[in-house]
């Protein structure tokens, strides 16, 4: 197949724009009439949200530790063809260009998945405290691995004419061709709390807002149809699209099943309800916050990652939908917020009272790849299945797992130990992508049927 247009867009550290500069670049591309798919490196849910606003279908992404490599271009050609063939990928990448995983040199990172997907780097370079020297910076990135291939810098937080004269004639002597300047600016705030941006689905308005604002920064700064060349240059994929019909066998339909979204529970890949529909159900958006009861003929539930700690009182306030929650008898699956959500409390407020547990903010970030083994039978894993998936929350459960519990962690200090798990139930802070383990969807189904 013909593989799209596609870039990915880098920096030499976390903080330098480019969840800004991505997000723009998407949202100015789509307002010249192009189809532009979003997706970021790496596990984060947030940033997606904004893409998903920027380009006007979901946000993806690309974590070769999640999905493993041979997944990660079959599913950015899945993105940029659903629900229609895109002009153009646009990529964020993660941290620094080459920053991969602890011990594993830069498994995981921007540069890897840019191999990967065979895409040219376009550099963000916050030059707010440089001149010349970023010069130097960019050389060093563009030769550090001459399998990345760095098209274009785009200079941000530039504070003069001068500044951006200096800078241009020191990206000259390097060879790198500057496609675009972006001045500084505190105009254009996305509030963050304790685990980074505060997601879309939760200041929707607002999140508009700032695309759009963002949007024009970008239209205004960066030359479009260079970044658009640029992405041009990337070769044809010899891979096919990822295909969730391909992944899983359908067990039959008509089970529905009820995924948690809306504010509270906000994390989930879109990924997850593709699968869930190729096995044959029929999935339903269930807002806890808004929703006094579980939707007609539910008869499994998953339960997402999200800021339900943010919402603790209007969860507990509706009451209705925790006693049906509780009383539920089908399969559920639960991840992070999810599993905050059957706790019986959640900073003293009560929550389903699904586990014997209650959860409270903790003093530090939990954050981290993670690999484990399945331990007992439940409906999201068989036991002694491996998976890999990560860990981001700062809240704590007492206790911290059940009698039996849902994985064992190997290689990771500080407790093996994590979650609950039945065989209806399967509750855990760890977060897993389903495209990576694709049986674990037909296994919900079957279990919902059952």
């Not at 299945?385 to 700062?394: A, I, L, P, Q, W």
């Not at 093996?416 to 039945?422: I, L, M, N, Q, Y």
């Not at 399967?426 to 969807?441: F, I």
């Amino acid at each position: 197949m013909v593989s799209p247009a596609r870039l990915v867009v880098a920096a030499a550290t976390s903080g330098a724009g480019k969840t800004m500069l991505a997000t723009g670049l998407m949202a100015a591309l789509r307002r010249t009439g192009l189809r532009v798919s979003g997706h970021k490196v790496g596990p984060d849910y947030i940033d997606p949200g904004y893409h998903a606003l920027a380009t006007g279908r979901p946000g993806r992404n690309l974590d070769p530790w999640l999905v493993g490599e041979d997944r990660v271009a079959p599913l950015l050609l899945h993105g940029a063809t659903v629900p229609e063939p895109a002009d153009i990928a646009v990529v964020e990448g993660v941290m620094g260009l080459h920053d991969g995983m602890v011990g594993r040199g830069d498994f995981a990172s921007t540069a890897h998945v840019a191999r990967l997907i065979a895409a040219p780097v376009l550099l963000v370079l916050d030059t707010a405290a440089q001149g010349r020297t970023a010069a130097a910076v960019v050389h060093g990135l563009r030769g550090f691995d001459p399998a990345v291939r760095v098209g274009g810098v785009v200079l941000n937080r530039v504070g003069s004419p001068r500044h951006e004269s200096l800078l241009r004639d020191a990206m000259e002597e390097v060879g790198v061709p500057v496609l675009g300047v972006l001045p500084r600016t505190e105009g254009i705030v996305t509030p963050s709390r304790h685990l980074g941006l505060v997601p879309a689905a939760e200041r929707h308005a607002e999140a508009e807002a700032v695309v759009a604002a963002l949007a024009d920064l970008v239209a205004e700064g960066v030359d479009l149809a260079a970044v658009l060349d640029l992405a041009r240059t990337a070769p044809d994929l010899p891979v096919a699209a990822w295909d969730p019909g391909r992944e899983v066998e359908a067990v039959g339909g008509g089970v529905r099943i009820a995924v948690a979204g809306g504010a509270a529970f906000s994390f989930g890949y879109a990924e997850t309800t593709e699968l869930l529909t190729a096995a044959g159900a029929d999935v339903v958006t269930l807002d806890p916050l808004r929703d006094t009861a579980l939707p007609d003929g539910t008869a499994g539930l998953v339960l997402g990652g999200g800021f339900p700690e943010e919402h603790a009182e209007q969860l507990s306030a509706n009451a209705a939908l925790r006693a049906e929650v509780a009383a539920f008898d089908g399969p559920v699956t639960a991840e992070c917020g999810g599993l905050l959500y059957l706790c019986r409390s959640l900073d003293g407020l009560p929550m389903a009272g699904v586990l014997d547990a209650h959860a409270a903010m903790g003093p530090r970030l939990t954050l981290g790849y993670r690999e484990a083994v399945a331990v007992a039978e439940s409906p999201a894993a068989e036991p002694g299945e491996r998976v890999t998936g990560h860990e981001f929350h700062r809240t704590v459960t007492d206790p911290p797992h059940g009698g039996t519990e849902a994985w064992r962690y190997t290689g990771t200090a500080g407790g093996s130990r994590h979650g609950w798990a039945t065989p209806r139930l399967h509750a855990a802070y760890l977060h897993t992508h389903w495209a990576g383990r694709p049986g674990a969807a037909r296994r919900f189904v079957e279990a919902c049927r059952g």
